[in-house]
């Protein structure tokens, strides 16, 4: 069974970096087509997707974050990286680490999460 | 962007059938993923490409998308199936996922 798991600082301060790790057990990291992806969910708010990276390397960004984000991936550790710069009290939300999965249609979807880890950004 | 909307809530009783929309424009011509959020548990995924149920859940949930809407209806809602209900579509090669509703069994 895959399980995946985020791990990191639940407090950032203004204007620091938010740091997030995603621990994948139960597969294979390295499994062609999958992706593996990072979703956040502001409170009372509906999930934004942030972006996604291939066991490669090849990594895909939301247009409205690529500025100040970085997504890696550690094959040998089982883990990819969430690296998010320059945070601000918006960026306060649960983040989740997911693996995305491909789909007939060509419109992938995320089969397995996390449990969330809440990020809250505070002086 | 690409837009959806869902209703903020729904409300049934246990035994009866739960609808919960999903709007877009033409989102017809999109396939529609479903997902479960229950408090402190990893969101679920419940149904893919309009129709389609994962492994391991069960049939009373379906999915339907016509039109500017789709749908993921629970029949025989049980109060194990409370939880908060998201669409995702992809626009611009990106993830798009709906506000949300709660489905409260009353």
């Known amino acids: 069974q895959l399980l995946l798991q985020e791990s990191g600082p639940g407090l950032v301060r203004p204007s620091e970096t938010l740091s997030l790790t995603c621990s994948v057990s139960g597969d294979s990291i390295s499994r062609s087509f999958y992706y593996w992806g990072w979703i956040r969910q502001p409170p009372g708010k509906g999930p934004e997707w942030i972006g996604n990276i291939y066991y490669s390397g090849s990594a895909y960004y939301n247009p409205s974050l690529k500025s100040r984000l970085s997504i890696s991936i550690d094959t040998s550790k089982k883990q990819f990286s969430l690296k998010l710069s320059s945070v601000t009290a918006a960026d306060t939300a649960v983040y989740y680490c997911a693996r995305l999965t491909p789909s007939v249609t060509s419109t992938d979807y995320f089969d397995s999460w996390g449990l969330g880890a809440l990020v809250t950004v505070s002086s | 962007s690409y837009v959806m909307t869902q209703p903020p809530s729904v409300s049934v009783a246990p035994g009866e059938t739960a609808r919960i929309t999903c709007g877009g424009d033409n989102i017809g011509r999109k396939s529609v993923h479903w997902y479960q959020r229950k408090p402190g548990q990893a969101p679920v995924l419940v149904v893919y490409d309009d129709t389609n149920r994962p492994s391991g859940i069960p049939e009373r949930f379906s999915g339907s998308n016509s039109g500017n809407t789709a749908t993921v209806t629970i029949s025989r809602v049980e109060a194990g199936d409370e939880a908060d209900y998201y669409c995702?579509?992809?626009?611009?090669?990106?993830?798009?996922f709906g506000g949300g509703t709660k489905l409260t069994v009353l």
């Open positions: 995702q579509v992809w626009d611009s090669r990106s993830p798009v």
